[in-house]
T-cell receptor, first 115, second 113 residues
Framework: NAGVMQNPRHLVRRRGQEARLRCSPMKGHSHVYWYRQLPEEGLKFMVYLQKENIIDESGMPKERFSAEFPKEGPSILRIQQVVRGDSAAYFC?????????????FGPGTRLTVL | GEDVEQSLFLSVREGDSSVINCTYTDSSSTYLYWYKQEPGAGLQLLTYIFSNMDMKQDQRLTVLLNKKDKHLSLRIADTQTGDSAIYFCAEGYSGAGSYQLTFGKGTKLSVIP
């Protein structure tokens, strides 16, 4: 009964490179959320996706960041041309449904370090 | 905008009670949550309370909600060393087509043996 899986757990990139973070939701969950946790901060909502659809990306930076959740395979958070300020822990969560209260189950996170 | 505030550190002796406090700003929040994060791990939902309740008890955990003051607290009875972690308060609200969580910065609980 695997929970939410994220990989890699740690990712090191140099400025200007691309970072791709993957998230496999819990079995049976079709709603995925991405959050970012900057050092010594709380988690901030970035984007909410269902299969093949971005539902709410109000928390995503306007440039360089994109997310997808294809019909098959994991959800991907992609950061192009990374900068030092992108260094953070990126958490994925999944839920059974997306409206009102539905428990969001969190993955262990990917810790991105930009050199 | 939405904002959740909580103190950053709390230190208690093993066996004592811990009380972690949180204030939030969005009066339209439907649920309020407490999550626990152990080092290097993701967030684990501890408990939640619906916004029209004022108290919820779950074994060693007691959540108190003062909706008028927008104040939420988590009490852990008989605190154990295994309770050492960062505790996040979060509020949930319906945003642009989705249900979003807004988190505080977390309170680091240290339990002294």
């Amino acid at each position: 009964n695997a929970g939410v899986m994220q990989n890699p757990r740690h990712l090191v990139r140099r400025r200007g490179q691309e970072a791709r973070l993957r998230c496999s939701p819990m079995k049976g969950h079709s709603h995925v959320y991405w959050y970012r946790q900057l050092p010594e901060e709380g988690l901030k909502f970035m984007v909410y996706l269902q299969k093949e659809n971005i539902i709410d990306e109000s928390g995503m930076p306007k440039e360089r960041f994109s997310a997808e959740f294809p019909k098959e395979g994991p959800s991907i958070l992609r950061i192009q041309q990374v900068v030092r300020g992108d260094s953070a822990a990126y958490f994925c969560a999944s839920s059974l449904a997306g409206l009102n209260y539905n428990e969001q189950f969190f993955g262990p996170g990917t810790r991105l370090t930009v050199l | 905008g939405e904002d959740v505030e909580q103190s950053l550190f709390l230190s208690v002796r093993e066996g004592d009670s811990s009380v972690i406090n949180c204030t939030y700003t969005d009066s339209s929040s439907t649920y309020l949550y407490w999550y626990k994060q152990e080092p290097g791990a993701g967030l684990q939902l501890l408990t939640y309370i619906f916004s029209n309740m004022d108290m919820k008890q779950d074994q060693r955990l007691t959540v108190l909600l003062n909706k008028k003051d927008k104040h939420l607290s988590l009490r852990i009875a008989d605190t154990q060393t295994g309770d050492s972690a960062i505790y996040f308060c979060a509020e949930g609200y319906s945003g642009a087509g989705s249900y979003q969580l807004t988190f505080g910065k977390g309170t680091k609980l240290s339990v002294i043996p």
